[in-house]
């Protein structure tokens, strides 16, 4: 049933039962796999190590990059990094996805606060990885089998390295550049320009290997340069228009990181569908009152020429053809590491991280955010079907709350994907999985409610934190910030 809010939406908070939570998607007829016992120990399919190409990743719990706004202004990390970094240790997860993003240089930042990868900053990089480690041997007994990435970015339409937003672009959107208050005449990078980031991407990777990483992310995902390339087909010259264009960007990082650091792991980040951005819907928005999330008027641009994994006819509909073209060019790459995410938390956060409550940018969700997981779920399962050789981390799971562990064994159990990526819920309760294997009762208090408090508050200036359950950042002045700020939207 649908209301002037959008849908109806049965709380998970409130059931407990997996029985009933299996009932409940049935209602919804979703495609979600839930088992109904977890199985504890060596035996659970989330302790099981994944074995392939002579790699071995101790288990199937991985964490995804997770940024906190919170580095220094010169783009090192603060005590607050290094504690998150503390926590993605204590998850005992055996992959690491990147830490977080860390920009190849300073102007690609996606905020002041965003860490940077450069000479001042070795030394605080190297920390992250160390106190992680150490706290990863804590918790599980050793470091075998650990796996440890960093992120590599460029914020392109979303760099904001100062206080207010300075996109890079790559292509004229005829939405997102309205949405931006970007003029006609807005300059769009040069090939020149594109092709001195590829070196930065390079640098970055040296600089990786040197600290200890065992791999990089080079990141195709959430609208960021990565990402943008692949949708690249209105530009001109080496890097737009047809496939091989759009993905010599990666073409090109991938052959200068494999010179400068030979031996360096590398993986892809890939939004591997995505859709028009998303609005509140402007007849259902009130003041202080963000109405529920509907598709930006697309009809005069079609063909959609401005995404990746779209249906160029239906831009609300993905289309995997081309993720399955990019997952066949990662195979003859020999980049095995995969972590399939999609759309973007800027213009359709419902289709990045399900969400019951808005971010103060968003809107009301359109769907049950079920929905969103099952979608990013099934896209993950029809990839790794057709690509059995890679190593495929899933995302999104962190709506399914209390029933995450149930479903993640399950996926796992189906060979759906190969390892279960924890984002939002590694801030609240980054042991939730490792709980699991160790045969601990779930701790429900912890779970991630989806509140947005982690999106909401740097969207206004403050550092990300789970300010609801979290007491490190629910005792923190900046939750009076942000209790304010929200207070001050709602009036
Ligand atoms: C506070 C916050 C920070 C994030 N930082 C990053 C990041 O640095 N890199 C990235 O690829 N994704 C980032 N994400 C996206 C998550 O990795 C993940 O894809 C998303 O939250 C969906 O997974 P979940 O349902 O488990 O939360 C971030 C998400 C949040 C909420
Ligand atoms: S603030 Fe905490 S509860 Fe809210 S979405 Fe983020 S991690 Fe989850």
Not at 156 to 175: A, D, F, K, V
Not at 440 to 453: A, E, G
Not at 463 to 470: I, K, M, R, V
Request: hydrophobic share 35%; proline share 8%.
């Amino acid at each position: 049933m649908s209301g002037k809010n959008g849908p109806e939406i049965t709380r998970l908070g409130s059931m407990r039962d997996v029985q009933r939570f299996q009932e409940h998607l049935q209602s919804l007829q979703l495609s979600i796999p839930c088992d109904r016992e977890l199985v504890h120990g060596e035996e659970s399919p989330l302790a099981r190590p994944l074995l392939r190409g002579g790699l071995k990743i101790g288990n199937r719990i991985a964490i995804h990059p997770m940024e906190g706004w919170d580095g220094t202004a010169d783009g090192n990390p603060s005590d607050s990094t290094i504690r998150r970094w503390q926590r993605f240790g204590r998850s005992g997860a055996k992959l690491i996805w990147g830490g977080e993003a860390v920009a190849v240089r300073n102007e690609g930042r996606a905020n002041p606060n965003q860490l940077v990868m450069a000479e001042h900053t070795l030394k605080g990089l190297a920390r992250l990885r160390e106190v992680l480690i150490e706290e990863h041997r804590q918790t599980t007994g050793s470091d075998e089998g650990l796996l440890v990435g960093l992120q590599l970015t460029h914020s392109g339409r979303y760099s904001r390295p100062r206080q207010r937003l300075e996109p890079r672009i790559l292509y004229r959107h005829p939405i997102l550049d309205k949405r931006l208050g970007l003029p006609p005449d807005y300059p769009v990078l040069s090939d020149e320009e594109v092709a001195g980031i590829i070196e930065d991407f390079h640098r970055a990777g040296r600089m990786a290997q040197e600290l200890g990483f065992d791999f990089v992310d080079v990141k195709h995902c959430h609208g960021y340069l990565g990402h943008e390339f692949l949708s690249a087909h209105t530009r001109e010259g080496r890097y737009g228009g047809s496939f091989a264009n759009r993905t010599r960007f990666l073409r090109e990082v991938t052959a200068g990181i494999r010179s400068a650091a030979p031996g360096l792991l590398i993986g892809v980040r890939l939004s591997a569908f995505d859709m028009v951005p998303f609005r509140p819907d402007p007849d259902r928005s009130s003041p202080g009152k963000l109405g529920p999330g509907v598709p930006e008027p697309h009809e005069q641009c079609i063909p959609y020429r401005w995404g990746f994994g779209v249906n160029p006819q239906d831009p609300t509909q993905a289309d995997l053809a081309e993720p399955v073209r990019f997952l066949s060019l990662l195979e003859e790459l020999d980049i095995r590491l995969v972590n399939l995410t999609a759309g973007s938390p800027y213009y359709n956060p419902h289709i990045q991280r399900p969400a019951l409550y808005p971010p103060s940018d968003g809107y009301q969700p359109p769907e049950d955010p079920l929905a969103g997981v099952a979608r990013q779920m099934e896209m993950v399962r029809e990839l790794k079907q057709r690509f059995p050789e890679l190593m495929v981390v899933g995302s999104a799971y962190t709506y399914l709350q209390d029933f995450l562990p149930h479903v993640a064994q399950a996926a796992l159990r189906e060979g759906r994907v190969d390892s279960v990526g924890l984002g939002r819920m590694v801030l609240s309760y980054p042991a939730v999985l490792w709980d699991v294997i160790a045969g601990q009762t779930i701790q429900h208090k912890l779970v991630c409610r989806t509140f947005s408090d982690c999106t909401t508050a740097p969207r206004n200036g403050l550092p990300s934190g789970c300010y609801p359950l979290d007491s490190y950042y629910k005792a923190s002045e900046a939750a009076e910030q942000l209790k304010a700020v929200k207070a001050k939207r709602r009036a």
